[in-house]
């Protein structure tokens, strides 16, 4: 029997494999089932992620020529990206967070400080990945944003919507990329 933590910990391990490895380097958007869930995904995905810095890290002295020089690109490229949890403000936010054992205060502080909309839309800005639940799935047109990553139920107008976040052609990139967690395409038909 798999827990919820433990389905958390195997998709934020699946969403730092799959975001390092996919061919185009356009932005990402994880979608999570409520708030508190977008910010348990942010935490566990920053530690594989930094994990898996080290990991290959560890590989250089093993590397020559365009292989040592395609492993630096990735380890900087990964160094360089900057994640951040993008949801609506609750009156409670801080208490209810807190209950979960969860800190919102330091997302809530980049949510109000930092015009987060405008560098995830600029294509060049190293904010590449983003954790919402509710927030920038509708009328939110990033071309450059090319995976979404579903891991909460929708169905007609919200779903259709959210796909289309990742849907638009821009420079080489051709199409988007929805990675399904939960079987949200059954409702498609």
Known sequence: LITRDDRLEKVAKDIVEHFTERGHRGKGMVVSIDKATAVKMYDRVKKHWGHKIEVLKAMLPRMK???????????????????AVVISRSQNEVAEMEVKGLDIKPHRRRMVQEDLDTRFKDPDDPFRLVFVCAMWMTGFDVPSCSTI???????????????????RVFKDKVNGLIVDYVGVFRNLQ
């Open 149 to 167: 990553y579903l891991d909460k139920p929708m169905r007609n107008h919200t779903l259709m919507q959210t796909i289309a976040r990742a849907n």
């Open 65 to 83: 020529g365009a292989d040592l020089q395609d492993l630096e690109d990735k380890i900087a490229y990964m160094e360089e990206t900057d994640m």
